[in-house]
């Protein structure tokens, strides 16, 4: 199934960072958000990206042509100019990735409604998924995507409840504080947190609605909900956005220290394919699955 990622945004309220790179090549532990973002979706078995690229968006071309051209063991060939990748390795650990990227322009002014609806030829006729470039969790993909085709509806959106660092106040009607909890972990409200599932249907149900100055929470997901065809998956595991640098700095905490639950692939999980950790051999791919002691010469990027 494939995927589509909000990669466009300028992230102005994360300035220190985004003057001189995209918001979704922030890093995390030396890694852009994005290959965290990718990489969960991996793991369960989803390796084919669309990204709606915008502000910065030849930077994350970049990224990735260099991250495909440069993964995992290779050989370089002085006497024949040769650039080769080995095809011994198995596991996504190992640093090779079964992914299919399309980077897209969708335009540096475009607002996320408009980029999604100029997603719709690069997403075929099938249902996808689709999340924003700054947002981590450890929401289970299998278990959104049985919600999303139990209930028969266009989409379906995953609700969180984001980690807050303010306390809560008790307060009577009259105003006498009953009691104060320091820093709870979650907020008390949920909260839209992106992992999508969406029909193809979507993009006509919406159309009179958005355009490229529209917001996707905006005019199509009211429409949505207008039309009764909007879900809601309760995820109450962890989640967290990246909007400011005090969001990344505790992300970067937490990723030091080990407590990082959206890091899923560093679980141990069976090899039986699915999960992406490692593959069956059926499609090996670029260095996957291959014969020992081969190599596959690189395509120029």
């Not at 639950?261 to 490692?278: F, H, I, M, Q, V």
Request: net charge negative.
């Amino acid at each position: 199934m494939k995927v589509a990622i909000f990669a466009g945004g300028k992230g102005s309220r994360l300035i220190e960072e985004t003057r001189i790179r995209p918001k979704p090549l922030v890093e995390i532990g030396n890694r852009p958000i994005l290959w965290h973002i990718m990489m969960h979706y991996t793991v369960h078995g989803h390796t084919d990206f669309v990204l709606a690229l915008g502000h910065m968006g030849d930077l994350i071309k970049k990224y990735i042509a260099d991250l495909c051209q440069y993964q995992g063991d290779i050989r370089i060939d002085f006497k024949n100019r040769a650039l080769m990748g080995s095809q011994v390795r198995e596991s996504i650990s190992d640093g090779v990735l079964p992914w299919v990227v399309d980077l897209i322009e969708t335009g540096e002014e475009t607002m996320t409604g408009g980029r999604l609806a100029r997603l719709q030829p690069y997403l075929g006729d099938d249902t996808f998924m689709l999340t924003y470039g700054d947002g981590v969790s450890n929401v289970d993909i299998e278990k959104l995507l049985a919600f999303h085709k139990a209930h028969g509806r266009l989409a379906t959106m995953t609700m969180v409840r984001p980690f807050t660092t303010f306390g809560h106040l008790n307060v009577a009607e009259d105003g006498q504080v009953r009691g104060f909890e320091e820093k709870p972990e979650t907020a008390a409200d949920w909260i839209n947190g992106g992992f999508f599932v969406l029909e193809p249907g979507v993009f006509d149900a919406i159309r009179d609605v958005n355009g490229d100055g529209v917001m996707w929470e905006e005019g199509p997901l009211r429409r949505l909900v207008e039309m009764g065809e909007l879900m809601a998956y309760r995820h109450s595991g962890f989640w967290y956005c990246m909007d400011h640098l005090a969001d990344k700095r505790r992300l970067e905490g937490m990723w030091s220290d080990g407590s990082r639950p959206w890091a899923t692939w560093e679980e141990d999980r069976p090899g039986n394919g699915a999960s992406g950790l490692c593959r069956d051999g059926r499609d090996p791919g670029i260095g996957r699955g291959g014969i020992p002691s081969t190599w596959v010469r690189y395509q120029s990027l």
